[in-house]
């Protein structure tokens, strides 16, 4: 009876629960609603999902979302509106779109044969122009698309297909039928967002996902591998994936999707077409890249035959995929299906080429180059949305969203008809489709929210189609959401396909008997060498500069504890070098003579405007790392997100309104100290979970010559000039060895072994000659371009630092002496810059005598 009598007030509750939920849902009349059927009842599956939430109880469920928000931030899942510098977190709407199998099998053909429609299309426009020469399409709406790319005509691609990763934005309308509002095949984004909306939602809700038979969306993903590797002109291909930079709006995206398919992420200055071939600039020379998928727009991929001004591209391309020495993923030129003017005659031609009818239809669209077409969009314009038929631009106002002519003054509805009549190829009017609702969580409450849904399909080794088992859904907060919302700033929900048979649990991982066993990762491209080596430094100069703030604000209490007539606490060399040092670094933007040393400290520390601040540092690393985000483990990226945060510990010296009581020398400290420890698990991580292989090479090489630079200027601040027991001190201090010298040495800080410490010591990792030997390490492990035996340049310098460091003498150490060292350090790092990274190219044209890869 125990078991019951417990069981039954949980089960009232809820119920209770559930019709409060529904009783305040009340979808809009005469659109079609995913959770409410005809009659006003909750469809099956939808049910199901709301019981699973009921058990755990509105605390918890907002827990639970909480959660997922955390995660979204902890990822790294951002975009960037077009014009923005900073990063936008990617908003995840609560709720996951639920479509059954059934229903998702009508979309999933449907998606199938418009993909296979479109790439027969490409394929004809850019080949035998057949659709052309027998009217079925007229050559305007072809040649008038700035998408249509004249040197692809005639060429034939590698494996084949002009589409190799195709999307369609579909939507329901009031009948509850599917219509494709788009196509996209330039460069079609949304499916790595998809993949993390998949990953958030997974861990937030295991036991509701596991329990509702979603399906999984890997095996799309290994499908769409394979067949980019299908589509390579060799074996064991070099897949890479090419990104405008980290300036793009979905460059967060274009990072997840390379991790997750294991490809290399590259930019048009990575890139050197030569002899019909395409190569990537990397540490061992010019590497051949065999397939590659584009996130640039064709316009931009080949300055020598598109767009001149082009920075994103690589000159030479279009003649690597003329010679089919480059597989594409898509095609120079497939955007051209994006235009709506094409739109308007897919329905005839998809007989035509395919020999049935569509199984999605288009939404409405009225090509107005047509005349028939054109005398009815005007007889009907108060009912039409118009949009330029191929692109943004047109009649002066026109974006990618429309305009709906009923919303315009008489004057100006009679100039957009007038515009139509002059030159109507330039026009389309599309039908206004009340968009289908779906369930969003607001405020503790269902709502319906009108959504549109991205599907992603690829062509697979069999050359087939395959199709995501979900997609990219976007939730809208009004009706009107075509015409009212950029793409961007809308949410996002995961979408759910509920499968009526097992699921396929398959990963990206190889089967077990043909797993071929790799240890080193692949190339290393020489920007990415470059971001990493910068990164390191950047890392280790924010350490040094609150080494410098911290020892200062110490300094300074001390000198308020001990007031006395002492000489030794009232001695402030330590404190007037420690200033000095931090204003020729850049660290304070204060002039000293007006300014405290308490607040030249707080600015060294915190002013993100003073460029060499700890906290302007910090930022730079981060910034370098956002470049080579694919090589860096979430855990790290946390780490440098909070280190940033860590260091703003008043607001900024350019700040306004009220002015705030500063902070003391010890909430100073604290700050330090908190960020200090932040960068020692940054360490930890680099030390223990980076793979020895190049890349780690290049991110402690960054720190070691930094460090070994930094110690340099640290010794002749504080050791010249007849230097008070406190100002070595301080030295010792700031290479964090006070506990070692202190059980060498009985005797108080003396000059002689101070300097054998800081800079000769073989066994002291702060040391100057520790940093020297760790350099000629990691040089000797990396690759060279001639395989001569001689060594390089870099090499040869490290190799006689390390020597001259190891028989040098702390005795004839002095000023002139370290700073040598120092200079030679520096040119060091310029050796290591010119010979592995981008901006010479010498070294990259002497690769040509060694084996391309």
């Known amino acids: ?280 600039r990397t540490i061992a020379g010019l590497k051949r890249v065999d397939v590659l998928w584009r996130r640039v727009d064709a316009d931009w991929c080949d300055p020598l035959e598109m767009n001149a001004g082009s920075r994103l ?222 990164m390191g430094r950047y890392l280790e100069r924010t350490e040094a500069v609150l080494r410098l703030a911290r020892c200062l604000c110490n300094r300074l209490s001390d000198r308020q504890i001990h007031q006395t007539d002492d000489a030794r606490h009232d001695d402030r060399q330590p404190i007037d070098r420690l200033l000095r040092q931090l204003v020729a670094w850049g660290c304070v933007n204060e002039n000293p003579r007006e300014t405290s040393a308490a607040a030249l400290a707080l600015s060294a520390v915190s002013d993100a405007a003073a460029y060499g601040s700890a906290r302007a540092c910090a930022r730079e690393a981060r910034r370098t790392a956002s470049i080579v985000r694919e090589r860096l483990s979430q855990d790290m990226w946390q780490l440098l997100r909070r280190l940033e945060t860590r260091l703003q510990c008043t607001v900024d010296s350019d700040r306004s309104g009220p002015a705030l009581e500063p902070p003391s020398e010890p909430e100073i400290v604290d700050c330090a100290d908190r960020a200090l420890q932040t960068l020692a698990a940054l360490s930890g991580l680099m030390d223990e979970n980076f793979n020895r292989v190049a890349g780690w090479s290049f991110l402690d090489l960054g720190k070691r010559v930094e460090r070994a630079i930094n110690t340099c200027r640290f010794a002749r601040q504080f050791a010249d000039g007849r230097p008070t027991m406190e100002s070595l001190d301080v030295l010792i201090e700031l290479i964090d060895s006070q506990i070692t010298y202190r059980g060498r040495y009985l005797s108080g800080a003396a000059l002689a072994p101070v300097h054998d410490m800081v800079l000769l010591d073989p066994f002291n990792p702060r040391s100057v000659a520790f940093q020297a030997a760790r350099i000629d390490d990691h040089l000797a492990g990396l690759p060279t371009l001639l395989d001569d035996g001689m060594m390089e340049k870099p090499r040869r310098m490290s190799t006689l630092l390390r020597a001259e460091l190891g028989s040098q003498e702390a005795q004839t150490l002095d000023a002139t002496v370290i700073l040598v060292i120092e200079q030679r350090f520096l040119s060091l790092a310029e050796a290591i810059s010119e010979r592995y990274f981008l901006h010479r190219q010498s070294a990259m044209t002497a690769s040509k005598r060694a084996q391309f890869a």
């Not at 979302?65 to 510098?85: N, P």
């Not at 009217?135 to 190799?164: D, F, H, T």
């Not at 005839?348 to 005398?375: F, H, V, Y």
Request: glycine share 8%; charged share 25%; with cysteine.
């Open 313 to 534: 591209g690589a000159p030479g391309l279009f003649e690597a995929i003329r010679q089919s020495a480059i597989g594409m993923a898509n095609m120079p030129g497939a955007g051209l299906v994006e235009a709506r003017a094409l739109m308007s005659f897919l329905p005839s031609l998809a007989p035509r080429l395919l020999g049935e009818d569509l199984r999605i239809a288009n939404i409405e669209t009225l090509w107005c180059g047509k005349e028939d077409a054109q005398t009815r969009v005007l007889a009907e314009l108060d009912s039409r949305r118009v949009k330029g038929a191929f692109g943004p631009g047109v009649f002066g106002r026109i974006d990618s969203r429309g305009i709906h002519a009923a919303g315009l003054g008489e004057g100006e509805k009679k100039r957009l008809a007038a515009a139509i009549a002059e030159r109507g190829m330039d026009f389309v009017a599309q039908e206004q489709l009340a968009l289908a609702t779906t369930p969003a969580w607001v405020d503790g409450a269902l709502r319906p929210r009108p959504f549109s849904l991205r599907v992603f399909a690829t062509a697979t080794r069999d050359d087939d189609w395959s199709v995501m088992p979900g997609g990219y859904c976007r939730v809208y907060d009004r009706q009107d959401a075509q015409a009212l919302y950029p793409e961007t700033e809308a949410p996002s929900a995961d979408v759910w396909v509920l499968s009526d048979a097992p699921i396929d649990v398959s990963t990206l991982m190889p089967p077990a008997e043909n797993a071929h066993i790799v240890r080193v990762p692949g190339v290393l491209p020489s920007r990415a060498a470059d971001n990493l080596f910068w």
């Open 1 to 280: 009876m125990f078991p019951d009598a417990a069981v039954a007030p949980l089960a009232e509750a809820k119920s209770r629960r559930i019709a409060s939920w529904l009783s305040d849902y009340r979808p809009a009349q005469g659109t079609f609603d995913e959770l409410m059927d005809e009659a006003g009842r909750p469809r099956p599956h939808w049910l199901s999902l709301l019981e699973a939430l009921a058990e755990f109880g509105e605390a918890e469920i907002d827990q639970r979302f909480a959660r997922a928000s955390r995660r979204i931030d902890e990822m790294g899942i951002t975009y960037r509106v077009h014009g923005e510098a900073r990063e936008r977190p990617a908003p995840l709407s609560r709720l996951p779109l639920l479509l059954t199998q059934t229903e998702w099998a009508k979309i999933e053909r449907g998606i199938c044969q418009r993909a296979e429609l479109l790439d027969l299309l490409l394929r004809d426009v850019y080949g035998e122009n057949r659709l052309v020469a027998q009217g079925a399409l007229p050559a305007a709406a072809v040649a008038g698309s700035p998408e249509y790319v004249r040197p692809m005509s005639g060429v034939k691609p590698a494996g084949g297909r002009w589409l190799r990763f195709y999307a369609a934005d579909i939507a329901r309308g009031p009948d509850g039928e599917w219509r494709v509002l788009g196509d996209r095949a330039q460069a079609p984004s949304g499916s790595g967002y998809a993949l993390e909306n998949r990953l958030i939602m997974a861990r937030t809700f295991p036991s509701l996902f596991r329990d509702m038979n979603v399906r999984r969306l890997a095996s799309f993903f290994r499908d769409f591998r394979a067949g980019l590797a299908s589509a390579a002109p060799r074996a064991d291909p070099r897949i890479c994936l090419l990104t405008p930079g980290v300036f793009s709006e979905t460059y967060a995206e274009q990072v997840s999707l390379a991790r997750y398919l294991g490809l290399l992420l590259v930019e048009g200055d990575d890139l050197m077409a030569s002899d019909g071939k395409l190569f990537v």
